[in-house]
């Protein structure tokens, strides 16, 4: 059994203009200490399924319809009292914006501090003291800065202090939400060293949602494509760089800008779909130069190449393509 299994999740937000379909009918596995990157344009609904996972979507959005198993408990079944205990000791989130993510008025050692005290009891207050240090080495900040407030540190730090907080209660499964949005390439790539490491030595099962497909295709072991709310492909990171089977997939790896003086750019035609009032069908279809007749009325769904390793949703494929 995986660790964590989503089976045809869908979440919506219900707005005044109507329902936005964020994430429609997901599935997806992710084994222990496995890292799977989740990559697709902004607006596909890849934070609302990160959301999803720890039941954090704030009204007026609800998960829908589906099933979140970790260690073959459905989360979605849960009470609020319960979840509370799932999230941080189960799972817990490496936020996009660390900045927002930390209460300025508090040093940030005491933030992480609240979180062992809430969910782990058991530990003294010395000994959970003791973990705020090491946490904080762990993720190359000074023990003895623990009771220094956010401000007092970089953009690059305050990150880590936030991956050190997703980590404060040894949770089995970490959701990182663009963890290194915003930050200089050079401190990007320090956090994706030190995120690939934590994992490798924690043996940590990690999602990480991204927009940035080099740095998705050089941690991975697997990636799943998301679009208007579908996964649209999934499988491992070789077999989709060497073997891209949906157009839109193929579109992300051959997008580019050229560092000519002319700045050509290559992209992919058209913008995601307004998720309020998606086109009919397959929601790629506008901007596809392959589309037919069918994928204008039918929703095509994930099916396995070979083998189950590899999946699309695609009707060309269906056809044999």
Not at 17 to 42: D, H, P, W, Y
Not at 66 to 75: A, F, P, Q, T
Request: hydrophobic share 40%.
């Amino acid at each position: 059994m995986s660790l964590l299994e989503v089976k045809e999740l869908s979440a919506s937000f219900y707005t005044k203009e109507g329902r936005v379909k964020a994430v429609e009918q997901v599935s997806f596995c992710l084994e222990k200490g496995e890292m799977l990157g989740l990559i697709g344009e902004s607006g596909c609904g890849k934070s609302t399924l990160g959301l999803s996972l720890l039941r954090l979507i704030e009204k007026p959005g609800r998960i829908d319809a589906g099933n979140i198993m970790i260690d073959g408990v459905d989360i979605v079944q849960l009470k609020q009292e319960a979840m509370r205990k799932v999230r941080w000791k189960t799972i817990s989130m490496i936020p996009q914006s660390a900045m927002s993510a930390l209460n300025p008025t508090a040093p940030i050692g005491k933030q992480i501090l609240e979180a062992i005290e809430l969910h782990m009891p058991e530990i003294k207050k010395q000994q959970a003291i003791k973990k705020v240090k090491e946490l904080l080495e762990w993720v190359g900040i000074d023990g003895d800065r623990w009771l220094h407030y956010p401000h007092e540190f970089s953009g690059g730090m305050k990150q880590r202090v936030a991956i050190a907080m997703a980590l404060a209660c040894d949770p089995k499964v970490v959701i990182s939400d663009e963890a290194t949005t915003g930050l200089d390439v050079l401190t990007q790539a320090q956090v994706i060293h030190l995120i690939k490491r934590l994992q490798a030595e924690l043996g940590l099962s990690i999602l990480v949602i991204s927009h940035d497909l080099a740095m998705v295709t050089a941690i991975c072991e697997r990636i799943a494509v998301m679009y208007a709310g579908h996964l649209v492909e999934i499988g491992p990171t070789q077999k989709i760089l060497c073997n891209p089977l949906h157009p839109y997939t193929r579109g992300l790896l051959s997008s580019n800008i050229s560092l000519d003086s002319d700045g050509a750019r290559t992209s992919i035609p058209g913008s995601v779909p307004r998720l309020i009032n998606p086109p009919p069908g397959c929601h790629f279809h506008p901007r596809c130069s392959q589309g037919k007749d069918i994928c204008k009325v039918s929703i095509p769904r994930l099916r396995p190449v070979k083998d189950n390793e590899h999946q699309v949703a695609c009707f060309f494929y269906e056809e044999g393509f």
